[in-house]
């Protein structure tokens, strides 16, 4: 049958061998199919396809590999990732006994490289080694992960002393830490205990660490909601429109981001920071997958009022750069939103996007609380050990100064210079500041972390009288060095990037759903689950609505951020060629 | 789906720390799991990795299942999101690649058949996998959870993170193109 043929209710034919008709749909269709061969015709041809496919035979795993499987398991079941949680989280351990720190997190990272390595390397080592391997075997995992490590990077396997083997084990990290960033399931695995009588005890563990905070109040009042939105929308504030029919009104002004939802704007960039830093370069799952200069990310500003330095825009040159993110007069990169409202409002929101098809697109909704916090200071420790370790003993390997620059960003981080310094030190200052740093990377950092943990649990206490909402300014480049997160852990995918929209497709595809109250429903279930991966059953069960929340909506032009699939109909009917000149 | 009952206490004894209660419940799902990723992925490599590293992950994640939906539910989708993030890294999907390593791990059925009948089935099985593996992703997907996994709609949807209303669609739209593949293959 030719598939001209086909009509729209043959799928009520497909529906009925499944028995997924609804009364009045199977007494509809059963007459139908009575009455027109055709119609007969094509439900057998379905239940022959349904069949051919069913009758496919069973597959079985190959023998070894259940047991190469267990064999990871007992890796995991002996404190494998578990370990960078403990040294990271460890400050009592003295900042000068750095011997120790890396060995614990190097045997730690050596272990979740197990983990994580592709099967086929793995097998390899598997075949060498096939006990846990202890931290004085590194030789051979470091001749086997040589070949992956950058060049500048790779360290001759010295396996004799000790504290070489350390030095050889961080350098693993710092070139696993590509997998680890790319393979983004794989690091959750850094997250969780997988022993569930240690979770508790791990809150415990930090509360050192966090001044004043709870671990119950690790709950989830903050969401980023993040969207690809075409430069009309931006310019005539859709979202002005979209907000204040949920009841939300959007202040006129545009403020400083000044201290408000630090830890939101923490968790963003230390995520992008690690792809600034070229780590997701070969994976094409980020958005930000273009190959970023060196250059270019020691001029990544940061935070408010400070200089752009040596990023693209053009305008941007020396003072405030501040404004340009948001309200140049060329096309707007994007715009950030901070609102303060009820978690039914902002879901609610949230499925407006979600309809509007031609002004939201790529919706993502990513929550900040104490574990992803967490997660991010974990790979920004391992990171900037690595970073800090690899630059003491590859400081003749010809490292550029951005390389040291962009560990300036950590020492930003430490310092809070809001002030408009150029972040573009000078070599040595620079590499000062990196020695400290690495001295102790993650004990410095404390403090930070402490002080953004600490705000989380500011909003639960007090209610929401009115909602409000104002826009943040960003500085130049911001919305396209900071995207959403890609991996299921980290955000949930309210509605993926759409291709070409035609409107065919849209029909399709996009069905409205039956009920806006379902979608938040969906959200709200969404949420929950997040809230409950971060401290277990004691959470209250459910989200309540009036739950004061902030979320952060950060839409960003779908120009710059994604040209290619920047043709919503909105902009296919304002289409110019996307002369910008801010583009990268 | 069956098996629920004692999943349940597998899965508490597993928390607890008992890992022969984990190992048990990794018999009873890897071949199941295996056998979808094969027909999802089309390459028997990416889901034996699949399948090891989906269960490294709900092992280590053991305490975020809530039990509201079935374990294999849960499984199934921590299996499904690493396949489609293998996929993006990995070069575009091979369709069903014809060495060895697939047909190795799977049984033709009726293995007490005449030589020729083997020959035919084994023939036929081919065809319908290489006919499923030339399908857009989104309809090999539903294909498989219905077909192999036995899934109703809704549990199709829970999954996918779809309306039903699509399940439905993408459904018909992917037997009608398994029905034309078949229909010039087999002859």
Known sequence: MADHTLQPDDELLSAYIDGELTADELRAVEQWIASDPAAQAMV??????????????AAKVPADWTAQLQRRLDIVASG?????AHAARSPSVGRSKRGWLWSAAAIAAAVAIMLLLPRDVENELAMREPEVPAPAAAPERDRALADRERGPRALSPAPDSDSSAARTELAEPEARLEELAASEPGIAAMDDAPDSNRDRSDFASIAPLIEGVSPEVASNTYLIVWADVPPESLRQQQINTLLGSNGIYVSTTTDEWGEAAEPVRQQIELRNRLNVDGLAAGDGSGRNSRPLLRNEGAGFARGTGEAEGESGAGDSSGANGADVGNASPQEPEGETILVEATMEQILACVADMQRDTSNFDSIV????????????????SAHSQAEGQADRFSSDQGETDAESASLSLDADFGQRSSSAESPAKSGDQVAAEAEGLAQQPVAETAPERGKALSKLGVLKEQAVESPQARRLARPAQWYFYNAPPT?????????????????????????PTADKREQIEQLNRYVQQQVAGVAGDEVASGMAEEQPVQALFVLRNNKIVAPA???????????????EGQGP | MPADKSDADQIAKARGGDRAAFDSLVLRYQDRLYGTLVRLTGSSDDALDVAQEAFVQAYIKLDTFRGKSAFYTWLYRIAFNLAMSHARKRRPLTIMDSSDDTKRSLEPAGSDASPSEHLE?????????????????????????RELEGCDYERIAEILEIPIGTVRSRLFRARAQLRDKLATAVD
Do not use: C, F
């Not at chain 1, 494998?80 to 960078?84: A, V």
């Not at chain 1, 991996?487 to 595809?509: F, I, N």
């Not at chain 1, 699939?565 to 002369?579: K, V, Y």
């Not at chain 2, 089935?121 to 959870?145: F, K, M, N, P, T």
């Open chain 1, 365 to 380: 909704v990513e929550p900040v609380n104490e574990r992803t916090l967490e997660r991010q200071w974990q790979l920004q």
């Open chain 1, 80 to 84: 494998g990732p578990e370990g960078i």
């Open chain 1, 44 to 57: 057998e041809e379905l239940r022959a396809v349904s069949k051919a496919v069913q009758s496919l035979p």
């Open chain 2, 121 to 145: 089935s084994v023939e036929r099985v081919e065809a319908v996998q290489a006919a499923i593996g030339e399908l857009a992703a989104e309809h090999r997907q539903v294909v498989v959870l």
């Open chain 1, 487 to 511: 991996d299921a852990e980290t955000g949930y995918q309210v509605r993926e990037q759409s291709k070409v929209l035609t409107s065919k497709m849209r029909k399709g595809q996009r069905e």
């Open chain 1, 565 to 579: 699939a920047g043709e919503t109909p909105a902009s296919e009917s304002a289409s110019r060629p996307a002369g």
